[in-house]
């Protein structure tokens, strides 16, 4: 599937923006594969080698062109600095549908990076052709991403799913929604 053009300007809001996933990353890929949830929600290994995240980076770069959705670096608009990585998942886009993710560093946790992101990300996601629905799977016991997603204005829906985490194991998670807005 061929998506809509990589944006020509950074999407972004507040603290951050969101820019191409680059090898200078390498230091906040590696720091990310530090938190051992990390590796449950794609493919950066736990406590990731140079190599590791190097080859991670590489997939990034690739995801555009393959057709599987956005993948971005969150940078720090104070200072440029890499704080993390978000997606934008467009495997159901003919649907209206993306699914979105983020993860920040821990080291910069608790400033308001994920809820920035999102926000930068969500409001990309209503740019693209199509696109009406973005949905969070959330683990229960994941308090920071529910939080991340209500500062963001996404909205718990009663129904949880079954949602597939990398490694292919199945578990039930809480589903969080943002719809396009009518203009
Ligand atoms: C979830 C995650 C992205 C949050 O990142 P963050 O930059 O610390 O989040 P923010 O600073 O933007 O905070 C957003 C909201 O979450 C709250 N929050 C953040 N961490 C929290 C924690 N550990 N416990 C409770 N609330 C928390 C903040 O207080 C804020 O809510 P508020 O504005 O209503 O007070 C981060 O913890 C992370 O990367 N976790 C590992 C990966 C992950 O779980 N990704 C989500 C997969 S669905």
């Known amino acids: 599937m061929t998506l809509s053009p990589w944006p020509s300007r950074p999407p972004a809001h ?13 230091g906040m890929a590696r720091e990310l594969s530090t938190d051992p949830y990390v590796p449950e929600t794609g493919s950066l290994p736990f406590n990731a080698s140079v190599d590791d995240a190097l080859a991670w980076i590489s997939r990034q770069q690739g995801r555009h062109s393959e057709g599987a959705g956005f993948s971005f670096t969150v940078a720090s608009v104070a200072d440029d600095q890499a704080v993390g990585h978000c997606g934008l998942w467009l495997k159901d886009v ?29 409001g990309f996601g209503w740019t693209l052709p199509g696109l009406a629905r973005i949905l969070l799977h959330i683990e229960p016991w994941n308090i920071a991403s529910q939080r991340t997603a209500e500062r963001a204005g996404y909205v718990r829906q009663e129904a949880t799913a079954d949602h597939q985490i990398f490694n292919g194991e199945t578990r039930e998670m809480l589903v969080y929604v943002a719809d396009r807005l009518e203009t």
């Open 94 to 122: 003919e649907a209206g549908l993306a699914t979105a993710g983020y993860a920040i560093v821990p080291s910069q946790r608790r400033c308001g990076y994920a809820a920035d992101a999102l926000l930068a990300l969500t």
């Open 14 to 26: 507040g603290s951050v923006l969101l820019r191409e996933v680059a090898p200078d990353d390498v």
